[in-house]
């Protein structure tokens, strides 16, 4: 080959290597920074070092005379789906197609120069490929958490029929996510409780989130787990739960919500609102923290702490789209007719 004819090569090779590092650097630093995955991060980072030594076998620094920017006909083609993404996901979606077709132009014209460079290089396309999956693969799971309104937290000692009969009876009545929130239950009971929570909810089409215990949530195949100000903070439950499943935060306080985002929280409690039964409190972050979260929040939020038929209006009007209730529903004689009620009146708003 002649160095006229190689220098289309080179620069198709200089081009495809500018593409896959740039791609693998968004895609790291969503890992990182958004949802706070150690593994998948060091993976990435694994696969960019692996590239490099790859290019260096390649003697890619050879490549960079043969660059020419100001005539690549490429860099005045654009389309209008390039300068627009809906969210983080659509971002990272974006270059991770962006770093495997790198990859796989990297493969096909690398096989000119050294063919057994092209084997590593398809080897790491393959590896990117299942990252892909394990960081999109809850896509679904959010999308749902986004379009959810209702949430129940089920505790039986808060239940006036059978807890059982509660949980289908809410179903039937349109909630959207059924926490499971036991604190007296032995283990062995809890995980039974909860893989029958997870058969029911897996029926109506709802979300299932365990409280407080990520060990069981993947134990009983659950969507995600709650936690509070006082468990566990969402970037360590990332860790133990990967990216597959959600993770939420209870907040009181605006320092609170800005943290859980930070950490990587998929979605908060915002309360609690009112007085409730479930829990005690000395003070309450009450309606002026709802409509402040109404502002700010950059991730689906839940007003909780005693809302029922009789307030929910008002949480509407302050801002909230989405509820979280544990006694407005455990504790009605029909517990699938005031499901339909509480949605009824957030459909109105």
């Not at 014209?109 to 394990?134: A, H, M, T």
């Amino acid at each position: 080959m002649t160095n006229s004819e190689h220098t289309p090569i080179l620069r198709t090779l200089d081009a495809a290597a500018n593409r896959a590092r740039e791609g693998l650097r968004v895609v790291e630093d969503f890992a990182r920074f958004q949802r706070n995955d150690a593994h998948v991060s060091a993976e990435l980072k694994a696969i960019r070092h692996t590239l490099q030594a790859c290019l260096v076998d390649w003697k890619s620094d050879d490549w960079l005379p043969t660059r020419d920017t100001a005539g690549d006909v490429g860099t005045t083609i654009s389309t209008a789906a390039e300068n627009q993404r809906a969210d983080a996901s659509a971002v990272v979606r974006a270059n991770l197609k962006r770093l495997e077709e790198s990859l796989r132009t990297l493969e096909e014209f690398g096989k000119i120069l050294d063919p057994q460079v092209s084997v590593r290089i398809e080897q790491l396309r393959y590896r990117v490929y299942r990252l892909e999956q394990r960081l999109l693969d809850n896509h679904t799971l959010r999308q749902r958490l986004q379009s959810a309104q209702l949430y129940l937290l089920v505790t039986s000692s808060q239940c006036q029929q059978p807890w059982r009969d509660v949980v289908r009876s809410a179903l039937d009545g349109g909630v959207d996510i059924v926490q499971l929130r036991e604190k007296e239950l032995d283990v062995q009971e809890l995980l039974d409780r909860a893989e029958q929570v997870r058969e029911w909810t897996r029926e109506a089409g709802a979300l299932f989130i365990m409280n407080d215990r990520p060990d069981l949530a993947v134990l009983s195949a659950a969507d995600g787990v709650h936690v509070g100000q006082e468990d566990l903070p969402p970037n360590a439950v990332r860790q133990l739960l990967g990216t597959q499943r959600l993770v939420g935060v209870s907040t009181h306080q605006p320092d609170q919500l800005q943290q859980a985002e930070s950490l990587g929280a998929d979605y908060v409690g915002v309360g609690p609102v009112f007085a409730s039964r479930t829990k005690d409190f000395s003070r309450f972050a009450g309606l002026d923290y709802v409509t402040q979260v109404a502002e700010v929040a950059t991730v689906p939020w839940f007003a909780i702490g005693g809302i029922d038929a009789s307030n929910v209006a008002q949480v509407c009007t302050a801002g909230a789209s989405r509820i979280a209730v544990s006694s407005a529903i455990c504790a009605a004689a029909n517990p699938g007719a005031m499901a339909r009620q509480l949605k009824e009146i957030l459909a109105n708003f």
